[in-house]
C-alpha cells in the first residue's frame, strides 16, 4: 500500500508540473508495478534503450514495451525519441526525481522488514522496578542500544503485579519484577539477580549499635512492609523469613515502593527488611544492618509472556542472560532452550 501510494504520488506530481491531467482516458488512477519505474529510470539515466535493456538483461524490445505502458498509464510521453538520440521529455524530468524517491522509500521499506524480522528493528517494551533501574536497567540498556541502535526501548517503571498482568496482556514485552510471583503458565521468568536482605533501621533505633542482627531481636518491633497486592511473593517471602523464628510481625504501615518504604523507615515509623538495593535510596536517618541467621536471597528477574516473543525481544534476552549469568551460562542456556531461543 505505501509504495502504491508513493507510486501515485509521483505521478500525481509529475502531471501536477506539467500541466497533464492525473487521471486517465478510463478515469482509473495509476497503479504500476516497481519494475516499470526501474526501467524508467535505467533509460532516463544513459538515455539508450540499448544499453538500459542490457543493463536490465531485457531485449530492447520488451523494455520499450514497459515504457510505452508506463507512458500509457500515465498519460503522457516520458521521452523524444528519434533515430538519432533519446531524450527526457518536461514530465520525464519530473518523474525522474519522484521514481528516484520511491526506489529509495522501497528499498528502506525492505530493509526495514527483514531487520525487524531479524530482531535488529522495531520497539522493545520493557518494564521494570524501581530497585531493577539501579543495577540491571543501566548496563543492559546501553549494551542493547549500542548493539541494536534500530530498536526503540521503551522503558516503563511499573510494579511487580502490574506487569505480570500487562505481560499476560501483550502490554507489555519484557518485565524485570522481583520473584517469586503468582502468574499464569505462559509467563516465563529466569533470574538475572541476587542480593541479601537487610535490615533497615531509623539511625535512633536501640539496635543501630550492633553490626549484625538477629530475627529475634526484632520481637515487638513496628515494622513497615511492602503491599502484599503489588507483590505477593516477595512480601510472602519476608513474612515466611519472620514467622520461622517465630515471629509475628506487628505491620503498622505498608508501602507501595521500595523508594517509600525507605523513607518511612527515616520518618522513625518502624523497621523493615529489604533487599540490599533498597540503600540505594538514600535517605538521612536510616542505616542498614545485616541479618546473623542465614536468609533466602531476594531475586530480580526477566519475564517475558512465551506466546509474546519477537526477534527484538529474543535478542534481549540473549543479552540479559550473557551480562548477567556469565558465570551459570550453562545452566541458563538450558533454561532458554524452553523457549527455543537461539544463542
Same mark, same amino acid.
Given at each position: 500500500?505505501?509504495? $502504491?501510494?508513493?507510486?501515485?504520488? =509521483?505521478?500525481? /506530481?509529475?502531471?501536477?508540473?506539467?500541466?497533464?491531467?492525473?487521471?486517465?482516458?478510463?478515469?482509473?488512477?495509476?497503479?504500476?508495478?516497481?519494475?516499470?519505474? %526501474?526501467?524508467? &529510470?535505467?533509460? =532516463?539515466?544513459?538515455? !539508450?534503450?540499448?544499453?538500459?535493456?542490457?543493463?536490465? !538483461?531485457?531485449? @530492447?524490445? =520488451?523494455?520499450?514495451?514497459?515504457?510505452?505502458? &508506463? @507512458?500509457?498509464?500515465?498519460?503522457?510521453?516520458?521521452?523524444?525519441?528519434? +533515430?538519432?538520440?533519446?531524450?527526457?521529455?518536461?514530465?520525464?524530468?519530473?518523474?525522474?526525481? @519522484?521514481? +528516484?524517491?520511491?526506489?529509495?522509500?522501497?528499498?528502506?521499506?525492505?530493509?526495514? /522488514?527483514?531487520?525487524?524480522?531479524?530482531?535488529?528493528?522495531? /520497539? &522493545?517494551?520493557?518494564?521494570?522496578?524501581?530497585?531493577?533501574?539501579?543495577?540491571?536497567?543501566? #548496563?543492559?540498556?546501553?549494551?542493547?542500544?549500542?548493539?541494536?541502535?534500530?530498536?526503540?526501548?521503551?522503558? %516503563?517503571?511499573?510494579?511487580?503485579?502490574?506487569?505480570?498482568? $500487562?505481560?499476560?496482556?501483550?502490554?507489555?514485552?519484557?518485565?524485570?519484577?522481583?520473584?517469586?510471583?503468582?502468574?499464569?503458565?505462559?509467563?516465563?521468568?529466569?533470574?538475572?539477580?541476587?542480593?541479601?536482605?537487610?535490615?533497615?533501621?531509623?539511625?535512633? !533505633? +536501640?539496635?543501630?549499635?550492633?553490626?549484625?542482627?538477629?530475627?529475634?531481636?526484632?520481637?515487638? @518491633?513496628?515494622?513497615?512492609?511492602?503491599?502484599?497486592?503489588?507483590?505477593?511473593?516477595?512480601?510472602?517471602?519476608?513474612?515466611?523469613?519472620?514467622?520461622?523464628?517465630?515471629?509475628?510481625?506487628?505491620?503498622? $504501615?505498608?508501602?507501595?515502593?521500595?523508594?517509600?518504604?525507605? *523513607?518511612?523507615?527515616?520518618?522513625?515509623?518502624?523497621?523493615?527488611?529489604?533487599?540490599?538495593?533498597? /540503600?540505594?535510596?538514600?535517605?538521612?536517618?536510616?542505616?542498614?544492618?545485616?541479618?546473623?541467621?542465614?536468609?533466602? #536471597?531476594?531475586?530480580?528477574?526477566?519475564?517475558?509472556?512465551?506466546?509474546?516473543? *519477537?526477534?527484538?525481544?529474543?535478542?534481549?534476552?540473549?543479552?540479559?542472560?550473557?551480562?548477567?549469568?556469565?558465570?551459570? &551460562?550453562?545452566?541458563?542456556?538450558?533454561?532458554?532452550?524452553?523457549?527455543?531461543?537461539? *544463542?
Amino acid at each position: 500500500m505505501i509504495v $502504491q501510494l508513493k507510486i501515485s504520488f =509521483a505521478v500525481i /506530481t509529475c502531471c501536477y508540473q506539467t500541466g497533464l491531467p492525473y487521471f486517465s482516458k478510463t478515469s482509473v488512477a495509476p497503479y504500476m508495478e516497481l519494475r516499470h519505474l %526501474r526501467s524508467f &529510470l535505467a533509460v =532516463a539515466e544513459c538515455l !539508450h534503450f540499448g544499453r538500459a535493456a542490457k543493463t536490465l !538483461h531485457l531485449s @530492447e524490445p =520488451a523494455l520499450s514495451v514497459q515504457i510505452r505502458d &508506463l @507512458e500509457e498509464e500515465i498519460g503522457t510521453p516520458l521521452f523524444k525519441r528519434d +533515430r538519432r538520440a533519446t531524450a527526457l521529455t518536461a514530465a520525464g524530468r519530473v518523474l525522474i526525481v @519522484e521514481a +528516484r524517491q520511491v526506489l529509495k522509500v522501497m528499498e528502506l521499506a525492505v530493509n526495514r /522488514t527483514r531487520g525487524a524480522a531479524s530482531g535488529f528493528v522495531g /520497539t &522493545l517494551r520493557v518494564g521494570f522496578i524501581s530497585t531493577a533501574a539501579g543495577i540491571l536497567v543501566p #548496563p543492559l540498556v546501553n549494551a542493547f542500544r549500542s548493539r541494536y541502535p534500530d530498536v526503540h526501548l521503551e522503558l %516503563r517503571n511499573v510494579l511487580t503485579s502490574d506487569q505480570v498482568v $500487562q505481560l499476560n496482556d501483550k502490554a507489555l514485552d519484557i518485565g524485570l519484577l522481583r520473584v517469586p510471583i503468582n502468574a499464569p503458565s505462559n509467563i516465563w521468568t529466569i533470574v538475572l539477580h541476587r542480593e541479601p536482605f537487610v535490615l533497615l533501621l531509623p539511625s535512633s !533505633h +536501640r539496635l543501630v549499635k550492633k553490626k549484625s542482627i538477629c530475627l529475634k531481636d526484632l520481637d515487638n @518491633e513496628d515494622f513497615i512492609m511492602y503491599t502484599r497486592k503489588l507483590a505477593p511473593g516477595f512480601h510472602d517471602r519476608i513474612m515466611a523469613v519472620l514467622n520461622s523464628a517465630g515471629l509475628s510481625p506487628r505491620i503498622v $504501615q505498608d508501602a507501595s515502593e521500595m523508594y517509600t518504604l525507605v *523513607s518511612l523507615v527515616a520518618s522513625g515509623l518502624g523497621v523493615a527488611i529489604a533487599p540490599l538495593s533498597a /540503600t540505594l535510596h538514600h535517605f538521612d536517618g536510616v542505616v542498614h544492618r545485616k541479618l546473623s541467621e542465614k536468609l533466602p #536471597p531476594s531475586e530480580i528477574a526477566l519475564a517475558v509472556n512465551r506466546e509474546n516473543i *519477537s526477534p527484538t525481544a529474543k535478542r534481549f534476552i540473549d543479552l540479559s542472560i550473557k551480562t548477567f549469568l556469565k558465570n551459570n &551460562l550453562s545452566m541458563a542456556l538450558n533454561e532458554k532452550a524452553s523457549l527455543n531461543l537461539q *544463542s
